[in-house]
C-alpha cells in the first residue's frame, strides 16, 4: 500500500509502484465489468463510456485516467491515490471511496447515489454539480474543492475539513456540518437555512454575502462579503 504526502508524495511513489508491480496477474486484465485492478498502478489511460460496474481500484494509483461518463456502479477505491483524472459525469452509485485521496481531479456532474466518501481527502477538485444526496462523507478533507451546485441534501460533512472549499448554489437542506471546519469556506447566495450542526463560530470564518440564508437564530458576519 502506498503512503501518500500530498500529490508531489503520490507521484514520487509512481516510479516505485510501477517498478514493484501486483502480486497477481490482475493488472493485465483487459477493461470490463468487476475488472480487479487493487494496487495496480494505471497512467493516461482513456476509460470514457466504459461499462465498469464493481469494478476494483482499491489502493490503486491512478494518474490521468478519463473515466468521464463511465459506468462505475458498484465499484472500489478505497485508500486509492487519484491524480489529475477525471469522473466527469460518471456513475458513481453505491462506489466506495472511503480513505481514498484525490488531487485536481473532475468530479463535475457525476452521480453518488448510495455512495461513500467517509475520510476521502479530496484536494482541489471538482464536484460542481455533482449528485451528493445522503452521501456520507465525513471526517473527510475537502479543501480548495467546488462543490457549486452540488446536490448534498441529507448529506454528512460532520468532522471534515472544508477550508476554502465553495458551496455557492449547492443543495444543503438537511447537510449535517457539526464541527466541520469552514475557514474560507464560501456559501455565497448559498441557502443554509436547514442545514445541521452549523455554528455562528463556523459562520464568522466561511464567506458569505447578502444573498446566503442563514439558519434561525445565526447572523451574518460584520466581514462578509469576504475580501479576495
Do not use: Y
Not at 444526496?133 to 475539513?161: C, P
Amino acid at each position: 500500500m502506498l503512503v501518500h504526502s500530498g500529490a508531489s508524495g503520490a507521484l514520487a511513489t509512481l516510479a516505485l509502484a510501477a517498478a514493484a508491480g501486483h502480486a497477481g496477474a490482475a493488472c493485465d486484465d483487459r477493461v470490463a465489468p468487476r475488472v480487479d485492478w487493487a494496487g495496480c498502478t494505471k497512467v493516461n489511460l482513456v476509460l470514457s463510456g466504459q461499462a465498469l460496474e464493481r469494478a476494483r481500484f482499491d489502493r490503486a494509483v491512478l494518474v490521468g485516467l478519463d473515466f468521464s461518463s463511465a459506468r462505475l456502479s458498484g465499484a472500489g477505491f478505497e485508500a486509492s491515490e487519484i491524480i489529475h483524472a477525471s469522473f466527469k459525469n460518471a456513475r458513481l452509485d453505491a462506489t466506495r471511496f472511503n480513505k481514498a485521496f484525490a488531487v485536481r481531479v473532475d468530479f463535475s456532474g457525476a452521480q453518488f447515489a448510495g455512495a461513500t466518501l467517509e475520510k476521502a481527502e479530496f484536494q482541489r477538485s471538482n464536484l460542481a454539480r455533482a449528485m451528493l444526496k445522503g452521501v456520507n462523507l465525513s471526517r473527510g478533507d475537502f479543501g480548495r474543492s467546488v462543490f457549486d451546485g452540488a446536490d448534498l441534501t441529507d448529506a454528512a460533512l460532520q468532522f471534515s475539513n472544508l477550508a476554502r472549499a465553495s458551496f455557492v448554489g449547492a443543495k444543503l437542506a438537511g447537510t449535517d456540518l457539526n464541527q466541520a471546519f469552514t475557514f474560507g469556506t464560501a456559501f455565497s447566495g448559498t441557502d443554509l437555512s436547514r442545514v445541521r450542526g452549523l455554528t455562528q463560530a463556523q459562520l464568522n470564518i466561511a464567506c458569505g454575502d447578502a444573498k446566503t440564508k442563514l439558519p434561525s437564530g445565526l447572523k451574518a458576519p460584520a466581514s462578509w462579503p469576504c475580501k479576495e
